[in-house]
């Protein structure tokens, strides 16, 4: 069962960027439509971006124009977060689609505060 490792999370100022990194172990990341999602507490999970197996990227209108997602060939799916702002402030998790459930990783927080 693939396994995700999450990293990249910090503390940045409104306007920064961060770049966060999904790191898979158990299976390829190639071979499944891969997802990050934020969560606030108290808040439902918002699903920010996608990237399908054929590299096509979706975006939450949220984020669309400032956060890119990218795939390598090291068995790694990237979350470039450019311009955040404070709403932008949440745990960040990456998952696999399987079947029609993504499984999630642990997470990376972010904060953006100045």
């Known amino acids: 069962q693939v396994q995700l490792v999450e990293s990249g999370g910090g503390s940045v100022q409104p306007g920064g960027s961060l770049r966060l990194s999904c790191a898979a172990s158990?299976?390829?990341?190639?071979?499944?439509?891969v997802g990050w999602s934020r969560e606030v507490p108290g808040k439902q999970r918002e699903l920010v971006a996608t990237i399908t197996v054929g590299g096509r990227a979706n975006y939450a209108d949220s984020v669309s124009g400032r956060f890119t997602i990218s795939r390598d060939n090291a068995n790694t799916v990237y979350l470039q977060m450019n311009s955040l702002k404070p709403e932008d402030s949440a745990l960040y998790s990456c998952?696999?689609?399987?079947?029609?459930?993504?499984?999630w990783g642990q997470g990376t927080q972010v904060t953006v505060s100045s």
């Open positions: 998952g696999v689609l399987v079947i029609d459930q993504y499984i």
């Open positions: 158990g299976s390829n990341l190639n071979e499944y439509r």
